[in-house]
């Protein structure tokens, strides 16, 4: 399968449903709707650009926590698409800043990668491996998982009876550009669970409340103003529908096409695209100069 081809599945093209009207505010997932891998997604950098030319206020949301908001910058400036860490909410930074605001005097021990530790350390956020001092287990997208972390949660949680297990996020998997995925946060939070009998308290990503407060104040605009896409129903389509925003779903990610008739009725997104850059009604292409073949850039 090509990048920017719709993921494994049938595609029918009367599944296309597209916006017949520009929206004030455009959120965007980033993994599986804006790029795969290291590469854009077809129609990824003409329609950022265009939103761009037309003032729209645009925001990147990232439930992966491999990455803090000024990484993801310079990953999306590298694959060619100018974007601000400003404009970027993920779950590195919804996680600091709820602890920070919370539990500032809680004694953490995430269960994560480098960017996670380091913004933790950088909000004065003290970490421990030691299970009697430990307050939070913070379990998170971890590549290093290993048997010795899931004993120090096990102490923490079980034996000393004194530690809240939350997530950064609550996704079984990132997509890759192959076609496959990487287990992600909810594989370390099953994990934890299981051995404990604890149930993850909460979690810091879509569709959670404590992500879409984050999106809304960055976006000061009206919800019904605002439109989100990404390519989950469990997290992007549902994160709209919390957040009482418009919802399209991108056939680019996780969802395949004979997936969209099943979707049920409350999960229903307002739009399908099978490329990005649909999201620009139809109207607009020719004023733009846009056809298909010409917003298949590779990176």
């Not at 030319?53 to 908001?69: A, I, Q, Y």
């Not at 909000?123 to 913070?138: F, H, K, L, M, Q």
């Not at 569709?207 to 896409?229: K, S």
């Amino acid at each position: 399968m090509s990048i920017g081809e719709p993921r494994s599945g049938e595609y029918e093209p009367e599944l296309v449903r597209v916006p017949s009207r520009l929206y004030a505010g455009y959120v965007f997932d980033l993994d599986g709707t804006i790029y795969l891998g290291s590469q854009l997604l077809p129609g990824a950098a003409r329609l950022v650009q265009a939103l761009r030319e037309m003032d729209r206020k645009l925001m990147f949301v990232s439930n992966n926590p491999t990455r803090d908001p000024d990484e993801y910058e310079r990953k999306l400036w590298a694959m060619g698409l100018r974007a601000s860490s400003s404009e970027i909410v993920n779950t590195v930074l919804t996680t600091t800043r709820w602890l920070a605001a919370n539990a500032p005097d809680a004694v953490v021990f995430p269960i994560s990668e480098e960017p996670l530790k380091r913004a933790l350390r950088d909000c004065g956020i003290r970490t421990s491996e030691d299970p009697a001092e430990i307050d939070i287990v913070i379990a998170s997208y971890d590549r290093h998982f290993e048997y010795r972390k899931l004993q120090i949660a096990f102490d923490a949680i079980w034996r000393h009876r004194r530690a809240r297990l939350v997530a950064t996020n609550p996704d079984r998997f990132c997509p890759v550009a192959d076609g496959g995925g990487e287990p992600d946060a909810a594989a370390i939070t099953a994990a934890i669970e299981a051995c404990t009998g604890a149930r993850c308290e909460l979690h810091f990503g879509k569709p959670g409340e404590v992500m879409l407060n984050a999106i809304v104040e960055a976006l000061e605009l009206a919800p019904g103003d605002c439109v989100l896409t990404g390519d989950r129903v469990a997290t992007d389509i549902r994160a709209a529908r919390e957040a009482s925003m418009a919802s399209a779903l991108v056939l680019t990610g996780e969802t395949r096409p004979d997936e969209v008739p099943r979707i049920p009725e409350e999960n229903r997104p307002d739009y399908v695209l099978d490329r990005i850059d649909r999201l620009i009604p139809r109207e607009y292409w020719d004023e733009l100069g846009w056809n298909l073949e010409a917003g298949n850039e590779r990176m």
